[in-house]
């Protein structure tokens, strides 16, 4: 949607004004500029929802057009659906999905108010795409993306990458989440990454900004067994024409979630500044954030002696020792602005800053239990460790329009920049011996408290340099993406006890997006595309014995073909994908689990995705997946064909959500995984189905609009393994929570 400058309605308020402009040059004069500028109606809400006016104005606007979309407008368009058909495409900017040549899901802020308590973890918003799957905790937001682990530290924030971390997602900021599936770093630029990779494909998360419509809301939470939340929205716009923005948000969690024993405590504050004008626009973000979880490590990895799947424990027992606890506390700070420089043609600036630090981490032995033998036994290890990250990250550009007949060309040319580095405890790989006990009956003997104390030291640096060339042609029904990227890499692993480098890894790659859209109709489009993506080397992490060793860049191809059909509000995707990676394996020496690198793994699958408003009071987001995932060129061919661990082949989800009034909604999730291997298809964990339920209602406390939030996780109370990505890895479900919430405008 483009919007130009804003004006005044009858009530005061200042009423957003759509307008398209038309420049037309004669040869007789050097320049002649005409604008034509076309107000809209908008509806306003006044404190009874029943109660609606309509405003209209409209003045004269200087021949400027500035594209994007209010997020009073957004938020109007997206109301009672949990997917929006526009998101933002990195390079490509807001686009249409029917205008995407990828499959692209673009997570609504009703989807984020629905599933995004505190006490869930970041994917329990992401899983309305088929592309996701759940694998994460309130712990680690780890995730599966078309069956690659991903998690916050390879997800973007307002276009910035590496923002968040694995222990730091605060979803109370977050306006919307868009996915693109696919290694399509050369449609966005790169960034560093920790114990994960974009090959699965790119999330960026909006941050709330100011509407204009000021808010000064506090939300009361409940959920878990004691887990008490307040979070407070203050937001304004200021300046005579409204240009000026500020919304201040912050949090505070404290108690104990569903799992026994398991404790949550949170604090942030955080910040959004923004300013737009006719020819320019700034976003400023920033804030900070404490947060600690004690217990709750529900990892388990399946001994050598072990003959059969283990039995499903209760849900809600605690595994964690006395002493079990981490903490992290950090700061980020985020700058967009863009600025017109012709009718056509802008300049951009995005860059972040985060500095994080893992206080505490004091977990088991590679951050799972070892279940020992059929009796569920095990031996309680511990490891005390900690990951203190720094990231940059600067990205500069140029885009704009050409036209040549009837053909234009839309041009991004962007450099970026890109640092990391991650500290860790000199004495990390160290383990001690806490006691031993039963999966079935939880720690039965611990005879020593963990060993928290440890000194930090430089593990790992990483540096990348980029540039990326994307053009898209349009020619009639006919659009044609062109895209090459190319970057140049440096990691550095240290010694944590001599601060010496010990190994350097230098890498670069250049490597195409290629695509071809063809729509016969305003409402249908076919495409295909070609995207790559190539790592940088990455660290191995904390959880290995060879812990900071560097292992060698992997290259990731992607092909795909897709049909996306809208009818009325209701709009259907279906997409084809073929992936390879060279392939980063666990491998088990004795106790010892090291990381490796062998053959390649190849992805390929097929994704069905359905949303939007089926009836009028009834909106629905369904996705289906099925992935193919196997070892491939395998040394000796010795596991060639054999499927990865953790992967199912069918995935999806459904959402329902029915508006009875304007008071009243309900809504519902279905989740559904089918059945799994795990140690190199030694043992195939079953199926699962779990049903989240929910609803809200609004009203008046007095003169004080307020809303009531229900929402019942795991409805069943069903008790599960997932499968994890890890070899020989299970991770155990969470039970039933209920979350209440009550949100008042004061």
């Known amino acids: 949607m483009r919007l130009g400058m804003c004006s005044l309605g009858e009530d005061g308020q200042l009423v957003p004004v759509r307008i398209k402009e038309e420049m037309e040059m004669t040869k007789r004069k050097l320049a002649l500029a005409v604008a034509l500028a076309t107000a809209g109606s908008v509806w306003m809400s006044a404190a009874s929802a029943a109660e609606k006016t309509e405003a209209l104005d409209s ?13 009073a407008e957004e938020e109007s368009a997206t109301e009672g659906v949990f997917a929006a058909r526009e998101g933002s495409v990195g390079f490509l900017g807001n686009k249409d999905t029917m205008e995407t040549p990828f499959t692209t899901t673009n997570v609504t802020q009703e989807t984020i108010k629905s599933f995004g308590d505190p006490s869930q973890p970041l994917d329990s918003v992401l899983a309305v795409s088929p592309s996701i799957r759940p694998v994460g905790s309130v712990l680690h937001n780890d995730f599966q993306h078309r069956g690659f682990r991903s998690n916050g530290t390879n997800t973007f924030i307002n276009g910035v990458p590496g923002m968040f971390t694995q222990f730091n997602a605060p979803m109370y900021v977050v306006e919307k989440a868009d996915v693109i599936s696919g290694p399509n770093s050369g449609i966005i630029g790169t960034g560093t990454h920790y114990e994960t990779n974009a ?53 505070k969690v404290d108690g104990e979630t569903a799992v026994d024993g398991q404790k949550v405590k949170s604090a942030s504050i955080y910040i959004n500044l923004d300013h737009e004008d006719a020819k320019s626009k700034t976003n400023f973000f920033t804030g900070y954030r404490q947060n600690q979880v004690v217990g709750g490590q529900r990892w388990f990895q399946i001994g050598a002696a072990v003959t059969r799947l283990p039995a499903v424990p209760k849900a ?60 569920g036994d095990f031996d309680l290890q511990e490891q005390t460790t900690t990951t203190p ?20 060309h839309d041009l991004t040319l962007a450099v970026d920049r890109a640092w990391r580095e991650r500290e860790a405890a000199k004495k990390g790989s160290a383990v001690y011996d806490l006691g031993t006990g039963n999966i079935y009956t939880g720690v039965l003997n611990q005879h020593r408290a963990p060993t928290t104390a440890y000194e930090e030291a430089m593990n790992n640096k990483t540096s990348i340099k980029g540039i990326s060339l994307v053009d898209t042609i349009t020619i009639n029904k006919w659009d044609v993406l062109l895209g090459v990227h190319h970057h140049s890499a440096n990691v550095k692993a240290y010694n944590l006890n001599t601060g010496r480098v010990t190994s350097s890894v230098d890498s670069s790659a250049t490597t195409p997006t290629v695509a071809l859209t063809y729509r016969p109709t305003k409402d249908t489009s076919v495409y295909v595309s070609h ?26 191809k992607q092909n795909e073909i897709g049909v996306k059909y809208a009818n009325k509000d209701v709009l259907y995707t279906l997409a084809f994908f073929d992936i390879t990676q060279a392939n980063n394996i666990d491998v088990m020496r004795g106790a010892d689990k090291y990381q490796m690198q062998d053959g390649e793994e190849r992805h390929r699958g097929v994704e069905l995705g359905v949303t939007g408003k089926i009836a009028p009071k009834w909106s629905l987001a369904a996705g289906l997946s099925y992935l193919r995932a196997t070892s491939e060129k395998t040394k000796g061919g010795k596991n060639d064909g054999m499927t990865l661990d953790g992967q199912p082949n069918w995935n999806g989800a459904l959402m329902v959500r029915y508006a009875a009034d304007e008071k009243f909604s309900a809504f519902g999730r279905l989740s559904y995984a089918a059945s799994a291997w795990t140690w190199d298809e030694k043992f195939k964990v079953p199926s699962t189905a779990v049903l989240d339920l929910g609803m809200t209602y609004r009203t008046q406390i007095g003169t004080t609009p307020t809303t009531f939030g229900l929402t019942l996780y795991n409805a069943l109370d069903r008790e599960y393994w997932i499968a994890s990505r890890s070899a020989k890895s299970l991770y155990l479900s969470t039970p039933r929570t209920i979350a209440l919430t009550m949100s008042m405008d004061l």
Request: aromatic share 12%.
């Open 59 to 71: 003045y004269e606007l200087t021949p400027v057009d500035v594209e994007g979309q209010r997020p």
């Open 199 to 251: 090959a699965g494909g790119i999330i960026n998360f909006t941050t709330k900004r100011a509407g204009y419509e000021p808010i000064t809301r506090l939300t009361l939470t409940h959920s878990g067994q004691s887990m008490g939340g307040a979070y407070f929205d203050l937001a304004r716009r200021f300046g005579g024409d409204k240009n000026w923005g500020a919304r201040l948000m912050a949090e």
């Open 316 to 375: 809600s027992r605690n595994y964690a020792f006395d002493g079990m606890d981490k903490e992290s506390y950090g700061w980020m700070a985020i700058l967009n602005h863009e600025q017109k420089f012709t009718q056509d043609w802008k300049w951009f600036v995005n860059t972040g800053y985060l500095k994080n630090k893992l206080n505490k981490n004091v977990m088991y032995r590679y951050s799972a239990l070892v279940i020992k033998n059929d009796a």
């Open 389 to 408: 990250q720094r990231a940059n990250y600067i990205q500069a550009g140029v885009s704009g329009k050409l036209r040549a007949g009837r053909t234009e």
């Open 531 to 556: 995207a790559e993506y190539f790592d940088v080397g990455s660290v191995v992490g904390s959880g290995y014995k060879n812990r900071g060793e560097i292992l060698p860049p992997a290259k990731t």
